[in-house]
């Protein structure tokens, strides 16, 4: 047995398990956790404000109905047209008549200018530019041979510069226009 002032051993302790009414009574009283309150919430809308806005949606939904109804009154009450069948139309045509002899040809009508034209600038060396005509616009041009790039100075002319010592020549497509 053991005095008031020894201290149990450690051994001691763990030999003697202690019983749960014991241990309940040791503890300190924990408190159970009181819930925390949420902040309060402003309130967004007022009483009135929801009995206006409720008030607008109804008239709104009225007018919606009224306008649908006016709208469906109004429409035409037009019959549907259904297909006619092979022997309604041949009833309704009759038969094919006879054909009629050709009448007489009518006189030739005057020969008219190509809108089109193709423009080959002629030049030597150098620089090398081709110009359409007066009522003429020009569409595209390219440099010969090999088909390069042209530069156009106006909307009516086109214009070739020379690469290397060989010969150029500018060639236009020019389309009627009036100016």
Not at 106 to 135: F, K, Y
Not at 155 to 165: D, I, N, Q, V, W
Request: with cysteine; charged share 20%; aromatic share 4%.
């Amino acid at each position: 047995m053991m005095s008031n002032d020894e201290q149990p051993s450690a051994a001691t302790s763990e030999a003697a398990p202690v019983p749960a009414a014991e241990q309940t009574s040791a503890a300190p009283a924990v408190e159970p956790a009181k819930p925390v309150a949420a902040p309060e919430r402003k309130k967004l809308w007022s009483t009135s404000e929801v009995w206006l806005l409720g008030a607008f949606s109804v008239i709104g939904l009225i007018g919606f109905i009224a306008t649908f109804v006016l709208i469906m009154l109004r429409a035409p009450n037009a019959p549907v047209q259904r297909t006619l069948t092979a022997a309604e139309i041949q009833r309704l045509t009759g038969p094919a008549g006879e054909r009629g002899p050709a009448g007489p040809a009518g006189a030739r009508g005057a020969t008219g200018d190509a809108a089109v034209r193709v423009v080959h600038g002629d030049c030597g060396t150098g620089n090398c530019i081709a110009e359409c005509a007066n009522d003429e616009v020009l569409l595209n041009a390219y440099c010969s041979p090999g088909r390069t790039l042209a530069v156009y100075p106006t909307e009516y002319s086109a214009l070739c510069r020379p690469t290397g010592r060989g010969r150029v020549d500018a060639v236009a497509i020019c389309v009627k226009a009036r100016r």
